[in-house]
């Protein structure tokens, strides 16, 4: 059964950086392409960023120059590095890969 493990998040004040990392069993890992969604409290899910398995990236306007999303196929783990993070960046943060997604990692933003 595939599972994905997610660790990296935590509490962070404004301006500061976290990166997220999700790992995948590895076949499945490098099989597929990945993706980042977010739920803040009260809000609907919304997609963040998106690697194909080929490695090209791709990003919501809202994080787009200040999350970068990547790969490391020998570790099979994707990481999102979050940098200039922002009070309404706080959510869940979930990895998918495949159709199977992580349990989330929460990421809080203080001002």
């Known amino acids: 059964q595939v599972q994905l493990v997610e660790s990296g998040g935590g509490l962070v004040q404004a301006g500061g950086s976290l990166r997220l990392s999700c790992a995948a069993s590895?076949?499945?890992?490098?099989?597929?392409?990945m993706s980042w969604f977010r739920q803040a409290p009260e809000k609907q899910r919304e997609w963040v960023a998106g690697?194909?398995?080929?490695?090209?990236?791709n990003y919501a306007d809202f994080v787009r120059g200040r999350f970068t999303i990547s790969r490391d196929t020998a570790k099979n783990t994707g990481y999102l590095q979050m940098n200039s993070l922002k009070p309404e960046d706080t959510a869940v943060y979930y990895c998918?890969?495949?159709?199977?997604w992580g349990q989330g990692t929460q990421v809080t933003v203080s001002s």
């Open positions: 690697i194909t398995s080929g490695g090209l990236a």
């Open positions: 998918g890969i495949g159709g199977v």
């Open positions: 590895g076949t499945f890992f490098s099989n597929n392409g």
